[in-house]
């Protein structure tokens, strides 16, 4: 079957769509289409420059015998300021604030779309970065870190606050709760996580940050670098965080439980887009 130009190019661009941050050799499409490779080239060319142009991300050609094409998916500035603007509104509904200083945001965690534009903000940001997998903690920031290893391509790491026996061989550590001062236990899985790999830490709220301190000190026993941590809300109520480089979308503050009353306002998370 001879097919058009327009439908090859139809079909490269849904491909690549669904195949972000993943180098596609450029004989895949040579022999799916039976073209030859410069006229496959020049359908990349068209595809990156409308890409280009309409601001829809970035097609990265790579030459040589083993070269390709890659879609890099990128929130630009503007659609930055749009979604942090979107989240702040829905969280300033008076009735999401809980016992403790905490916001309900199950609806948000649990929305595919609005899901999909901060699982690529966040991609974003960490684009650059050579990261090997994602990595949260049970349960809320699950739905989060799999919306941002969609977009990098890259596998999601699950660390859990008791042993389960389908996990196999397991690391633990005990971390003592930033807020609650507490001691605590997260579990992972040996066969989780490779040795010496670079990780993104993703979560959907952090108070003073003793969590995610403990999963630092847990990647730690991986040999893992943290190249990242990034958030969805941040409490600005805390005196002594304990994490001190990271990124949120949203910042926490000025809570009055007794009188319902709080404020929400945009995170750190912009200054990262130029």
Do not use: W
């Not at 309900?104 to 970065?129: C, H, R, W």
């Not at 699950?158 to 550590?173: A, C, H, M, P, Q």
């Not at 993703?202 to 190249?227: C, P, Q, Y």
């Amino acid at each position: 079957m001879r097919f058009k130009r327009s439908e090859r190019i139809v079909y490269m661009t849904q491909y690549l769509l669904k195949h972000p941050n993943e180098l596609v050799p450029l004989t895949y499409f040579v022999n799916h289409f039976g073209q030859a490779k410069s006229s496959i080239s020049e359908d990349i060319q068209i595809i990156k420059e409308t890409f280009q142009a309409e601001r829809l991300g970035i097609i990265e050609t790579t030459a040589g015998a083993s070269g390709g094409v890659t879609y890099r998916p990128k929130m630009y500035r503007e659609e930055a300021v749009e979604l942090i603007e979107h989240l702040c509104g829905l969280l300033k509904e008076k009735e999401r604030l809980l016992p403790g200083g905490y916001l309900f945001m199950s609806d948000l965690v649990g929305n595919p779309k609005l899901l999909n534009q901060v699982g690529e903000l966040i991609a974003t940001m960490y684009m650059d970065e050579e990261l090997d997998a994602i990595v949260t903690i049970a349960t809320k920031g699950i739905s989060l870190a799999n919306a941002v290893a969609k977009v990098l391509n890259l596998p999601v790491v699950v660390i859990r606050k008791d042993n389960k026996v389908t996990e196999g061989s397991t690391v633990s550590i005990n971390y003592v709760s930033g807020s609650s001062r507490k001691i605590e236990t997260m579990v992972l899985s040996k066969r989780t996580l490779s040795e010496y790999s670079n990780v993104l830490i993703v979560d959907d709220f952090m108070r003073a940050g003793g969590s995610i301190n403990g999963v630092i000190n847990l990647m730690n026993e991986f040999k893992a670098t943290v190249k990242g941590v990034s958030v969805l809300v941040e409490s600005k109520e805390v005196k002594h965080r304990l994490i001190e480089d990271y990124t949120s979308l949203v910042r926490l503050s000025d809570v009055d439980e007794y009188n319902q009353q709080f404020s929400v306002e945009e995170g750190n998370c912009l200054k990262r887009f130029n």
